[in-house]
């Protein structure tokens, strides 16, 4: 199935840091030795993060510039510049392809985690506040004629332009404030300084 995530360093930075609560998790139960069960959800967790991680398009892009540095150049990510009808340019979102099975692995993690009782208030529960937030922007429906028009946008391998139709801009606007509130919602400031990204 197609996802469309956008191109937003909240989002990305969000995404990233489950690794850390992952991470923790799997490192606490290989030690523990006493649910197995409990580590297979978690390592399978892991490496469905790693394949959604692989597919973004801020990680893409890092990767191909750090590897530039050291290696010969590569090919940089397909990349488009998307704007509104009066010609303002908008935060561009990316389909990405997961499987229902890694976005069931990713949901059973979640669930074991927000069943373990963390802390009020420490490390642990603030992330697994962070990974359900991800987990919903994840499982948010993309609206389907925007998903067709930028599946075939990033299918063409090149930089173009994209003007959104009228129709299709408002589809857009409603799923980016669908985005930023699951994301930011809570805090007003990073509220309003992530909705400011789309503007």
Not at 21 to 42: G, K, M, Q
Not at 85 to 108: F, H, K, M, N, W
Request: charged content about 20%; proline content about 7%.
């Amino acid at each position: 199935m197609h996802l469309l995530v956008p191109d937003d360093p909240v989002f990305y930075a969000k995404f990233q840091s489950l690794e850390e609560l992952l991470l923790r998790h799997l490192h606490r139960l290989h030690h523990a030795a006493t649910d197995s069960d409990a580590e297979r959800i978690v390592s399978d967790a892991y490496d469905s993060w790693v394949q959604v991680l692989l597919q973004l398009p801020l990680w893409a892009r890092w990767h191909a510039e750090e590897a530039s540095d050291v290696l010969a150049p590569t090919e940089p990510p397909p990349r488009y510049i998307l704007y509104s009808v009066r010609g303002d340019q908008l935060t561009s979102l990316y389909p990405i392809e997961v499987t229902a099975a890694e976005l069931g692995q990713l949901t059973a993690c979640l669930d074991l985690f927000a069943g373990t009782g963390a802390e009020p208030g420490d490390a642990e529960e603030f992330l697994t506040e962070v990974f359900r937030r991800v987990m919903e922007v994840l499982l948010l429906p993309p609206p389907q004629n925007l998903l067709n028009i930028l599946r075939c946008v990033v299918l063409q391998r090149a930089a173009v332009l994209v003007t959104l139709p009228a129709e299709y801009e408002a589809e857009y606007r409603r799923f980016c404030e669908e985005i930023v509130t699951l994301l930011s919602s809570g805090d007003t400031f990073a509220l309003s300084s992530h909705r400011a990204m789309y503007l």
